[in-house]
């Protein structure tokens, strides 16, 4: 890997996600219920906290846990939930030892087919199929990794030209559609819920 990024809109982070295969995917876990750029920015601010220039899985998985948490509290915090977060990291980082040697870019290497490489996905700590599809068409769209059936396998994010999620991220203006999209889904499905239990949306 070795490609510009441009996810967290920090030019050093983003240099990080484009050449470390387990800070973009490190970032993908961490992308919930915080900013977009705020949870791709977060391996660089590890990496910087740990005193190293990339993240290892093997460091992290020995870490003390509650030394690591700490560090992902330190202001400004690594997320929201940093506590929960540094324990999921470690999980996957554990997780990545034990399957794939430590190495983050083994889980798509060899990966034959699509199908094959969101099931390998699927099954890191903290991927659920939703995660799985977008950081699979991340790979896909921006960091060359095409196995036959890889669109397939994203479902709507692997579309082309679509503006769904962090792998249609491309630059400030790509970013300002992808956040419009997320908040026309947040919407409808607030509306959906509200008509559900009869009650109008906004109440």
Do not use: N
Not at 28 to 45: C, H, I, N, S, Y
Not at 164 to 184: C, F, M, W, Y
Not at 190 to 195: F, I, M, Y
Request: hydrophobic residues 40%; proline residues 5%.
């Amino acid at each position: 890997m070795d490609v510009t990024l441009h996810l967290s809109q920090d030019p050093e982070a983003d240099e990080l996600l484009g050449r470390s295969a387990l800070a973009a995917l490190v970032g993908m876990l961490l992308d919930q219920q915080v900013p977009m750029e705020w949870a791709f920015k977060g391996p660089r601010t590890i990496a910087d906290r740990l005193g190293a220039d990339d993240l290892d899985a093997q460091d992290i998985a020995v870490q003390d846990p509650e030394a690591f948490a700490a560090l992902l509290s330190d202001k400004p915090a690594v997320h929201r939930y940093p506590g929960s977060m540094a324990k999921r990291i470690q999980q996957l980082c554990q997780y990545l030892v034990e399957h794939y040697d430590g190495d983050a870019a083994a889980v798509w290497k060899d990966a034959g087919t699509g199908k094959e490489l969101l099931k390998r996905l699927e099954e890191l700590p903290g991927f659920g199929r939703q995660k799985a599809q977008i950081f699979l068409a991340l790979l896909g769209k921006q960091l060359g990794v095409r196995p036959t059936g890889w669109r397939e396998a994203a479902g709507s994010y692997g579309e082309a030209r679509s503006f769904r999620s962090v792998a249609d991220i491309t630059g400030p203006e790509s970013l300002s559609k992808v956040r419009a999209h997320k908040q026309e889904m947040k919407a409808a499905a607030k509306a959906a819920k509200a008509e559900k239990s009869g009650k109008p949306a906004g109440k």
